[in-house]
T-cell receptor
Framework: GQNIDQPTEMTATEGAIVQINCTYQ??????LFWYQQHAGEAPTFLSYNVLDGLEEKGRFSSFLSRSKGYSYLLLKELQMKDSASYLC??????????FGKGTTLSVSS | NAGVTQTPKFRILKIGQSMTLQCTQD?????MYWYRQDPGMGLKLIYYSVGAGITDKGEVPNGYNVSRSTTEDFPLRLELAAPSQTSVYFCAAAYYTGELFFGEGSRLTVL
């Protein structure tokens, strides 16, 4: 089976840096995705990692360690609009993409 | 480009009724997925398809059926609706193993 764990909630202030962790156990591995979901909306794609290391995209970066079954999403220069749920998803040996329960991030001024 | 379109956006069903959630995509993506999302929870995979004529069960398939007769369409059928099927349903499409593009969601209430 597959298991994906992320913290349920996190809080941070505007301008700060926050790191959202994701650990996973899967049968096989074909990539890890991060999605952002604002309340009442559909998820939108943020990043994709299939090899170990850091992928940077503007204020957002994502890191993967396949040997440790671990990833994190790093958000820099936080803005109020970053308040949302952040979903970690893993594609195992097959084509199904399985999501964790998500981390709700609240950014305050 | 519409992307992934889901209909209806909202629906109220009575226990025991049946209905079909429609999903169509104009991106010519071969992989399509149905997820459900309950409050405070992540997305649970119901069914997915890697191409026309091919479907597979996901994590929570009971009470649902799908078909994939064309690349564009991937309808989700609910038979004998139950209160436990009250949820937000998302359809998504992907180009092979790439990122998923989601529809806006269908909010279903079973009373």
């Amino acid at each position: 089976g597959q298991n994906i764990d992320q913290p349920t909630e996190m809080t941070a202030t505007e301008g700060a840096i926050v790191q959202i962790n994701c650990t996973y156990q899967t049968s096989g591995f074909n990539g890890l995705f991060w999605y952002q979901q604002h309340a009442g909306e559909a998820p939108t794609f943020l990043s994709y990692n299939v090899l170990d290391g850091l992928e940077e995209k503007g204020r957002f970066s994502s890191f993967l360690s396949r040997s440790k079954g671990y990833s994190y999403l790093l958000l820099k220069e936080l803005q109020m609009k970053d308040s949302a749920s952040y979903l970690c998803a893993v594609r195992g040996a097959g084509t199904a993409l399985i999501f964790g329960k998500g981390t709700t991030l609240s950014v305050s001024s | 480009n519409a992307g992934v379109t889901q209909t209806p956006k909202f629906r109220i069903l009575k226990i025991g009724q049946s209905m079909t959630l429609q999903c169509t995509q104009d991106m010519n993506h071969n992989y399509m997925y149905w997820y459900r999302q309950d409050p405070g929870m992540g997305l649970k995979l119901i069914y997915y398809s890697v191409g026309a004529g091919i479907t597979d069960k996901g994590e929570v398939p009971n009470g649902y059926n799908v078909s994939r007769s064309t690349t564009e369409d991937f309808p989700l059928r609910l038979e004998l609706a139950a209160p436990s099927q009250t949820s937000v349903y998302f359809c998504a499409a992907a180009y092979y193993t790439g990122e998923l593009f989601f529809g806006e969601g269908s909010r279903l209430t079973v009373l």
